[in-house]
């Protein structure tokens, strides 16, 4: 993203990319150009990499679910897409993380970086789709 022009770009925290307070505007045509350009070295390729395996999304609504029963309000079921929605409007979450055809969006009413968050994490895995 760096090298196409997004220079203030952050590096992932383990929890996905944080573009929140960076002043990014995810809506800027040179950060559509760029994204596009890098999203197929998302872990995983991206979403396009493979289509989710009935399985595999199954275990991404079980993880869903699991993060709400454990206090994380809003906690989003995947998206099940081989490309970035283009309704998808990005200012709106403080991570997207994709990867076996399936998209994770965490919405910027969650704190991924709360006590909370991190203990619903280790005991449902949603990252671990």
Do not use: W
Request: glycine share 10%; proline share 10%; aromatic share 4%.
């Amino acid at each position: 993203m760096r090298a196409h022009g997004v220079t203030n770009f952050p590096d992932p925290d383990g929890h996905g990319i944080n573009i929140a307070g960076t002043g990014i505007n995810p809506q800027a045509p040179s950060f559509q150009a760029a994204q596009k350009a890098c999203f197929k070295l998302m872990p995983g390729g991206g979403p396009q990499s493979h289509p989710a395996s009935a399985q595999e999304i199954r275990q991404a609504d079980r993880a869903a679910q699991c993060m709400r029963e454990h206090g994380i309000t809003g906690y989003p079921d995947p998206i099940i897409s081989q490309a970035l929605p283009t309704t998808l409007n990005q200012a709106n979450y403080s991570s997207i993380s994709a990867g076996g055809g399936m998209i994770i969006a965490i919405p910027r009413s969650i704190n991924e970086q709360s006590p909370a968050f991190a203990k619903a994490a280790k005991a449902c895995n949603p990252r671990g789709v």
